[in-house]
């Protein structure tokens, strides 16, 4: 079963998530601010990342970076999900080394078809 | 004899009367000179918001018309109760500065007894008067006359114009009526000048409250959309059966809340646009892009719309448009609102998308067989929260906020958009776009 890390810091947003990536047979871990989720990266080394941007302690953007900067785990797609699309921020979620961009509130449909994108069954 | 006396009484009338032609003539040509001298004041008056400017001209033009030898401008300082030196004409410097080291409170000297009579006060010979009435240093500078004339607020006394004279003597009534009137002209300049820095303060502190509604509605926008997330996410799980199998009745319910949740998104995302753009915060992601590219996906993302309503959706593009550079999202996005009111708002016939270039700028036309907008509304449509007929707001929906965000959209690309309409006769939308843009242009 591969394993998707979920950042986020939203109780309900994760709750979504845990249900629409259950049913579609994924395990999630969760980490709830950015510098948790670099520490369960290395921990776990999942099968892809969704990072949020805004979280306490470190933000997504910079999570990002020192995810990608780990050479054992640079190979990890990340998809960064962030509060609707402000041109610019989707400069940054590139320039921070993410593979994909999905806009908040999104469409557990089409972040799901976006997941299996990187996540060939 | 008799004819004799009859001559010299003539000889002496014709004298009389010459004399008195010669004063009416004398008396004419000062009136003139008064009336020049006059409007130039009022002239400076009005063309210069530099209080100090104006002052120094009414004084200066008050000591040459009354035939003084010098003059100043004091104006009552409510913070520190006192009179303050605002302007002179014809004082040294040292005189200058010695009357700036003296306090002058309310009802000292002759200028607060004019200020407290409301009336203009002169001493004809300081030598002859007590000397608390005139100072000391305008005594020592070999003055020997003065007149204070108060210049009349609406409410209060705002300062005095005084003039000084070396001789000794009384100002005649003509001398005091004049400089009544300069110092009519100065509480204008004065009152003016404190409007105007007044305004300036006004528009400062409006301009600051501005940037915070803009800055507060962004993260307004921003919070609400975390709730928006969770609403139709979960809305969209039950409807994909995630939770088992949706009850027909339900499904129908659950799909009015997806519906509406997503016409709220709509207006969070169109104030959030707003804001950000009006707060200066919307910067353009320039990329390079192809406009048959953005032409083509705005065709399908409405097509199904345009079917729905049985409206024949036309593209016309020519093949050579030049490769462009802008920001592809923000421009698609400002399409899409076009083509998404005519199709909302065309009931029967088609509507057509055409591209051009020429001298490298695009031109987009959106075409329409609808109603047609009024020549009045046309302006105002790309106002915030204006449609053109405000009845359809409540009929077709939108928040009256897209043509707004396109406008300035179309502008930060350094382009125009309007529109060119009839009623009854359908509505054509335009807009021009530098094939290159190299970066934002500021929005008006």
Same mark, same amino acid.
């Given at each position: 079963m591969k394993r998707i890390l979920v950042v986020e810091d939203h109780e309900d947003n994760l709750q979504i998530l845990r249900d629409l990536l259950k049913s579609a047979g994924y395990q999630m871990l969760e980490a709830h601010d950015g510098a948790a989720a670099v520490a369960t990266a290395v921990a776990e080394k999942p099968d892809l990342i969704l990072m949020d941007i805004q979280l306490p302690v470190m933000d997504g953007y910079e999570a990002t970076r020192r995810i990608k900067a780990d050479p054992a785990l640079k190979a990890i797609p990340i998809i960064v999900v962030t509060s609707y699309a402000l041109s610019g921020d989707e400069g940054k979620a590139k320039a921070a080394g993410s593979d994909a961009y999905v806009t908040k509130p999104y469409s557990p449909r089409q972040l799901l078809a976006k997941v299996r994108e990187f996540l060939p069954q | 004899m008799e004819s004799f006396a009859a001559q010299a009484v003539i000889a002496i009338e014709n004298t009389r009367l010459l004399n008195e032609l010669r004063d009416r003539t004398t008396e004419l040509a000062r009136s003139v000179e008064e009336l020049r001298t006059l409007g130039e004041v009022g002239q400076a008056v009005n063309?210069?918001?530099?209080?100090?400017?104006?002052?120094?001209?009414?004084?200066?033009?008050?000591?040459?018309?009354?035939?003084?030898?010098?003059?100043?401008?004091?104006?009552?300082?409510?913070?520190?109760?006192?009179?303050?030196?605002?302007?002179?004409?014809?004082?040294?410097?040292?005189?200058?500065?010695?009357?700036?080291?003296q306090h002058i409170g309310p009802g000292e000297t002759a200028i607060g007894e004019a200020a407290a009579q409301r009336a203009p006060v002169q001493v004809a010979d300081v030598r002859e008067t007590p000397a608390a009435h005139v100072l000391d240093v305008v005594v020592r500078a070999g003055f020997r006359a003065v007149l204070v004339v108060p210049l009349l607020g609406a409410?209060?006394?705002?300062?005095?114009?005084?003039?000084?004279? $070396?001789?000794?003597?009384?100002?005649?009534?003509?001398?005091?009526?004049?400089?009544?009137?300069?110092?009519?002209?100065?509480?204008?300049?004065?009152?003016?000048?404190?409007?105007?820095?007044?305004?300036?303060?006004?528009?400062?502190?409006?301009?600051?409250?501005?940037?915070? $509604?803009?800055?507060?509605?962004?993260?307004?926008?921003?919070?609400?959309?975390?709730?928006?997330?969770?609403?139709l996410g979960y809305t969209e799980l039950i409807l994909d059966d995630i939770y088992g199998e949706t009850p027909a009745k339900l499904r129908e319910v659950l799909e009015r809340v997806q519906s509406n949740g997503r016409h709220l998104l709509g207006l969070i995302n169109d104030v959030l646009d707003l804001s950000k753009i009006e707060a200066g915060q919307l910067a353009l992601s320039l990329v390079d892009y192809s406009m048959k590219e953005v032409?083509?996906?705005?065709?399908?993302?409405?097509?199904?719309?345009?079917?729905? $309503?049985?409206?024949?959706?036309?593209?016309?593009?020519?093949?050579?448009?030049?490769?462009?550079?802008?920001?592809?999202?923000?421009i698609t996005q400002v399409l899409l609102n076009l083509v998404g009111n005519a199709i909302k708002f065309t009931d029967k016939g088609e509507v057509a998308i055409t591209a051009a270039a020429e001298n490298g700028t695009f031109t987009l036309a959106v075409r329409d067989t609808g109603p047609g907008i009024a020549?009045?509304?046309q302006a105002k449509i790309f106002e915030e929260f204006q449609q053109a007929d405000s009845s359809s707001t409540r009929e077709k929906g939108g928040t009256g906020l897209g043509l707004a965000i396109a406008k300035r959209i179309v502008e930060m690309h350094g382009g125009?958009?309007?529109?060119?309409?009839?009623?009854?006769?359908?509505?054509?939308?335009?807009?021009?776009?530098?094939?290159?843009?190299?970066?934002?242009?500021?929005?008006?």
């Open positions: - | 063309s210069t918001l530099d209080q100090r400017t104006v002052l120094e001209t009414i004084v200066a033009k008050a000591v040459q018309l009354s035939g003084t030898d010098a003059g100043a401008i004091y104006v009552f300082s409510n913070r520190r109760q006192e009179y303050r030196l605002r302007a002179t004409y014809g004082m040294d410097i040292d005189t200058i500065a010695s009357i700036r080291r409410e209060r006394v705002v300062g005095a114009l005084v003039v000084r004279r $070396k001789e000794p003597g009384a100002f005649p009534q003509t001398t005091v009526d004049l400089l009544q009137t300069f110092a009519a002209q100065s509480v204008v300049a004065i009152q003016n000048a404190r409007l105007f820095g007044e305004i300036e303060e006004k528009s400062r502190e409006l301009a600051i409250a501005s940037q915070h $509604k803009s800055q507060f509605l962004a993260n307004m926008s921003h919070e609400l959309r975390t709730p928006m997330n969770a609403i032409v083509n996906g705005v065709f399908s993302a409405v097509e199904s719309l345009a079917a729905a $309503k049985q409206l024949a959706l036309k593209v016309e593009v020519p093949p050579d448009l030049p490769p462009a550079h802008g920001d592809e999202r923000r020549a009045d509304q125009r958009i309007w529109v060119d309409s009839v009623v009854g006769e359908g509505a054509t939308f335009f807009f021009t776009l530098p094939a290159q843009v190299e970066r934002a242009a500021g929005v008006a």
